[in-house]
Nanobody
């Protein structure tokens, strides 16, 4: 079972950038599809971005394409989310998720390991 810890959230202004990190431990990181999701209070969890366990396929929500970039460093057991041109509607708690030998498709994370989340707040 993999354990996940997110970091890098904070309060920024619209147009600013942030980089989130998700440190993984306890299992073989490079065998996991990894993804980022977010949740706003009162709303359902929303898919942001993910890549397959091999890293060969990447998926993005339409709302973040061109602004947010997912990447991973298997040597450091770390997943990243580079967030550029942030908007107030990006405000949410961001969670990383891991799925063993997953495809990276959003539905694949219905049963997955999750971190505790990191808050991102974007002011206008």
């Amino acid at each position: 079972q993999v354990q996940l810890v997110e970091s890098g959230g904070g309060l920024v202004q619209a147009g600013d950038s942030l980089r989130l990190s998700c440190a993984a431990s306890g299992s073989t990181f490079n065998k996991y599809a990894m993804g980022w999701f977010r949740r706003v209070p009162g709303k359902e969890r929303e898919f942001v971005a993910a890549n397959s366990w091999s890293g060969g396929t990447t998926y993005y929500a339409d709302s973040v394409k061109g602004r947010l970039t997912i990447s991973r460093d298997n040597a450091k057991n770390t997943l990243y989310l580079q967030m550029n041109s942030l908007k107030p509607e990006d405000t949410a708690v961001y969670y990383c998720a891991a799925k063993y030998l997953g495809s990276g498709q959003p539905s694949d994370f219905a049963v997955a390991s999750w971190g505790q989340g990191t808050q991102v707040s974007v002011s206008s």
